[in-house]
């Protein structure tokens, strides 16, 4: 079965400081990855997206992601981080299921909190 | 502008009853889909809708129920609420089954069970 990790699960850091949010997917065959972020008190929203191509994805807002496959990972980056970057982070990936497809399996989430 | 709407925002309720929380979409997305998030486990997929009079069983579809009566519109069913069932709902709709298909979600429901 699919499963995604996501080891940090609270990061602190101060403004300007570097992020980097890991997340790993277990699944051997094609998979599509994604980063969805949710701010306080707001639905999620996608930050990016991997499905083929370019292993360095970038996103909205600066954020920027590289899917490694032979580790099976696609960490989140930031070079520098602003007090607005607060928020819940989630890696989900979608490998199908053979008959159906579009069925997202999301990691348990990072809580970023940025000190200004 | 097109969107995603869910109601109501925040519910609560005694356990043993029946509550339906409703999500509206207006972009004639063909995909629905409903997820519970919890502390320690993010977003877990209840059920999903491929098209109008189709629903299929998520992860964690025990005590919940679904109909798609239209395009727009994917009611989520507790039969019978538990405690286990207080969490914040979120519903998601995607325009075609792809899986490279982007999901958006909605604004979430909160529902407290007692």
């Known amino acids: 079965a699919q499963s995604v990790s996501q080891h940090n699960h609270h990061v602190i850091l101060s403004e300007a400081a570097s992020l980097e949010l890991g997340c790993n997917y277990s699944?051997?065959?094609?998979?599509?990855l994604f980063w969805y972020v949710q701010y306080p008190g707001q639905h999620l929203q996608l930050l990016l997206k991997?499905?083929?191509?370019?292993?360095l994805v970038k996103g909205i807002k600066g954020f920027e992601a590289e899917f490694i496959k032979s580790k099976f990972s696609f960490n989140l980056r930031k070079p520098s981080v602003q007090w607005s970057d607060t928020a819940e982070y989630f890696c989900?990936?979608?490998?199908?299921?053979?008959?159906?497809?579009?069925?997202?399996?999301f990691g348990t989430g990072t809580l970023l909190a940025v000190q200004p | 502008d097109a969107e995603i709407t869910q109601s109501p925002r925040h519910k609560i309720t005694e356990t043993g009853r029946q509550v339906t929380l409703a999500c509206h979409q207006t972009?004639?997305?063909?995909?629905m889909f409903w997820y519970r998030q919890d502390l320690g486990h993010g977003l877990r997929l209840i059920h999903y809708?491929?098209?109008?009079?189709?629903?299929n069983k998520g992860e964690v579809s025990d005590g919940y129920s679904v109909s798609r009566s239209n395009t727009e519109d994917l009611p989520l069913t507790l039969e019978s609420a538990a405690s286990s069932q207080t969490s914040v709902y979120f519903c998601?709709?995607?325009?075609?089954?792809?899986?490279?298909?982007?999901?958006?979600f909605g604004p979430g429901t909160r529902l407290l069970v007692l």
């Open positions: 989900a990936v979608n490998a199908g299921d053979g008959g159906a497809t579009n069925k997202l399996i």
């Open positions: 699944y051997g065959g094609t998979v599509n």
């Open positions: 972009w004639n997305h063909n995909n």
């Open positions: 991997y499905f083929s191509g370019d292993p």
């Open positions: 998601a709709s995607s325009e075609s089954s792809g899986i490279q298909e982007t999901q958006y």
């Open positions: 809708s491929y098209g109008v009079q189709d629903t």
